[in-house]
């Protein structure tokens, strides 16, 4: 099995809904969030994916939270943006891509995103 990793920092405000606490009003972080791609197959070229291919399929995505209040773009403008749930949607938007790219060779495994440098949320599906 290998496994091939990518990591990618942005910026973000948000505000927690029905939060008591410091974090229900708006705040930033420096979030960095890393994806795991596994799979047990190698290409011709002896690559499970790029990195830079997991450059391409990660950069419309942190493009859109990039310095942006998160409350206010979708799904975040309904969906409460804890750390749990920005992890899940990053996931969402990639799985496909990376299946698609590996022409199923490998699988998206997981996605951790973290909110400080010492706190941090995993998302995966199995």
Known sequence: MYEVQKSVEFSAAHALRDYE????????HNYRVEIAVRGDTLDRQKLLIDFAELDRIL???VARVDHQNLNEIPPFDRVNPTAEAIAEWFYRG???SVAKATEGRARLAA?????TPDSWV???EG
Do not use: D, F
């Open 111 to 115: 996605v951790r995103l973290w909110e």
């Open 122 to 124: 995993v998302y995966s």
């Open 59 to 61: 950069a419309p995505l």
């Open 94 to 96: 990639m799985v496909e």
């Open 21 to 28: 606490g410091p974090c229900a009003r708006n705040h930033g």
